[in-house]
């Protein structure tokens, strides 16, 4: 199998464990089987999947009615807001959408898929409850990055990010990019605060993404483009994949689509304070229980601008 990933792929692939790691996944050697005593081989594929390439696809996992719906609950709640008005460009499309999983009931539907939530279960070895969410107008245009940075726990990578297309996705959309297999590399973030003592954390990020950006390029990793999305498809990452958003090319276009972010029930995610710091100070979100699912309370969904 590794012998045939890297023919594939075309990569230089760690194939030990990823250090440090707090997911059962990555205590595993790239070439291993999963665990046989995961039920179901579609299962245990996607599970492969995640070790291999550090994401796994799911065609038609969300139905294009629920799709059509959260876009129009979407526009009903930026009809209603006079601040969408602010964060929305030239052509009318509108900056992310922070949390409207706390407004929108098909939201909720989304954020609850059984088949998304039977992968992350296997993943983390435990349930998993929803973090945050993300909703997206047109293509965020950010720059490769790990997540990890931004929802840090204690042990680290306890977290999946989950995206779904609510529309076919155009190759000049700025469709979601990723470096395939770049997520089994490890980078020593306690190494880079110490050579940037007393700076802002903001130059301990550039450093990082620099070293993150100039590893991938040297070990080959592909950058690929998920123009593939179908509406209602839906990507899984791993909490180390390096991924962004692509230039969108034609103007006025859309990429509609809703991230979810998930950690294991009861886990503390911090921010990257700490993902810097050699402390992880206690940590309690509050939480609500929706169809037996944890829900960290967001309260009130939020515009923040694009990167």
Known sequence: MLSSLR????????????????LWLD??????TVDPSVQGKELRGHL?????????????????????ELIRDFDEYCAAQPQAEVFADEHGNHSRLCNFHMRSDVARTIGLNPKVLEILDAAFGQPAAVCSSLLFEKGSQQPIHRDTLFFHTNPPNQFFGVWTALEDVAPDSGPLAYYVGGHRFH???????????G???GAMFSAFIDELHATCRASGFPLIQADFMQKGDVLIWHPQLPHGGSPILRPGATRRSIVFHYMPRGTPVLGIDAFFSDEFPA??????DVCGRAMIHQGTPQFLSNY
């Open 7 to 22: 023919k594939r792929l075309g990569v230089r692939i760690t194939t030990g464990p990823i250090p440090g790691s707090g």
């Open 27 to 32: 205590q595993h050697e790239l070439a291993a």
């Open 48 to 68: 492969q999947d995640l070790v291999e390439r550090g994401y796994t696809h799911l065609s038609g996992a969300v139905s294009r009615a629920d799709c059509d």
């Open 187 to 197: 980078i020593d973030a306690r190494r880079i605060a110490e050579a940037f003592e």
């Open 199 to 201: 700076q802002t954390t």
């Open 283 to 288: 940590s309690e979100s509050p939480l609500v």
